[in-house]
């Protein structure tokens, strides 16, 4: 039996789809004693008052969120009150009987998701390798050719190139459900500069993405970039390769000469 | 690393397989649902539960099958209104490796018991 790269990440995201994460802190100090999942840090915005920031956006402010406290400062009770929930972090009260907010030594926190700010993460491993283009043009057709990197919107790459052919590289992500989670960004490196999608930014894969070098002048040509592929959630980058395009001319095999 | 940052991107290895593991093993989520009437009973409890003890009115104590590895976990919980109340809320009292305390009260400051309990522990 087989085990897939696919049914493996499959099985990550399942899993990963419980997406618990959680915090016991020092209510007097903000202080964190342990963690675990998507959390930064507690802030201890005044007494009995504490936001906690995750480390990564959630997708969404639609997330569960539960706690508990020990007995606030000065009383003999105490409980976890819901101030705000946004998609970078939660704020909450501990409050007493008598309706005061006081530090409690004790807050844990527990917060359960879905975030599908993690999926990507999790799933559609992108398989970007470097590549070399080229098109090689005879001498009866200078100023013709070009060649074409290209980055499509459902999940596949390819080259192509007027004289010398065409192909494709496969997918580079796994689920192609997921191609439009992806954003690409070129930087150009060296040589001539090619035309097609813009250079420095990032760039959204719900588009097709290309870079082309076209020979339009009677020498060869050629130019280098790399581009960068990541989720657009959590902007991790999740693939990189060099790319190198290029337009030849066969060597000169006679003529001339003395 | 959470699950979730895990991404089989190349070859699947043992140490791939052993960090995924390791991942689902440390989310070490336990419950239990309870009946906190008079004589404590479980309804459900899943994980690393061993039981529950009353130790007076509205006083718990949720007791771990296998010693935790800290303190310092996270536990949250929620009950019913208690016994002869309109409002219950349960409250931190004490943690250790082996147990933790909660107790059941109400707006005006007591302790009382709750028929339906559950507690949620994870990580240590």
Request: charged residues 15%; hydrophobic residues 40%; contains cysteine.
């Amino acid at each position: 039996m087989v085990i897939r790269r696919t049914k493996l990440n499959e099985l990550i995201a399942a899993v990963g789809s419980i997406e618990v994460s959680w915090v016991n802190f020092n209510g007097s100090t903000g202080v964190i004693r342990e963690s675990a999942g998507n959390i930064a840090s507690v802030t201890r915005t005044s007494s009995g008052q504490y936001t906690i920031n995750y480390t990564t956006p959630r997708a969404s402010v639609n997330y569960a969120v539960k706690a508990l406290c020990t007995a606030t400062a000065g009383n003999d009770t105490g409980f976890v009150q819901l101030v705000s929930l946004t998609r970078s972090g939660v704020s909450i009260q501990c409050r007493n009987d008598d309706g005061g907010i006081g530090d409690s030594t004790r807050v844990c926190v527990v917060i359960l998701g879905p975030d599908p700010n993690n999926r990507s993460t999790a799933l559609s491993a992108v398989t970007v390798a470097d590549r070399t283009i080229q098109d090689t043009i005879t001498v009866a057709e200078l100023s013709t050719g070009s060649a074409r990197y290209s980055l499509f919107n459902d999940g596949t790459h390819s080259f192509a190139t007027t004289l010398s052919g065409s192909g494709s590289y496969g997918t580079w992500v796994e689920d192609v459900t997921e191609a439009d989670s992806f954003e690409v960004r070129a930087t150009f490196q060296a040589g001539q500069v090619p035309s097609g999608s813009a250079f420095g930014e990032w760039l959204d894969l719900s588009l097709t993405r290309f870079w082309e070098l076209a020979n339009s002048v009677y020498f060869e040509t050629w130019c280098t970039f790399r581009i960068d592929v990541r989720d657009k959630a959590s902007l991790q980058v999740r693939g990189s390769a060099l790319i190198t395009l290029a337009v030849q001319f066969p060597p000169d095999t006679g003529g001339g000469g003395s | 690393m959470a699950i979730s940052n895990i991404a089989v991107d190349g070859p699947i290895t043992a140490d791939k397989i052993n960090e995924i593991i390791d991942a689902i093993n440390a989310l070490e989520i336990s419950w239990i649902n309870f009946n906190g009437s008079g004589s404590v009973s479980i309804r459900a409890s899943v994980g690393n539960i061993a039981g529950v003890t009353r130790l007076s009115s509205g006083q718990y104590r949720v007791t771990f099958t296998t010693a935790r590895a800290s303190s310092d976990y996270a536990v949250v919980a929620t009950c019913t209104a208690t016994a002869g109340n309109d409002t219950g809320f349960v409250m931190l009292v004490a943690q250790a490796t082996t147990h933790c305390d909660i107790y059941c009260r109400n707006d005006d400051g007591g302790a009382n018991d709750c028929s339906t309990i559950s507690v949620l522990v994870v990580g240590g």
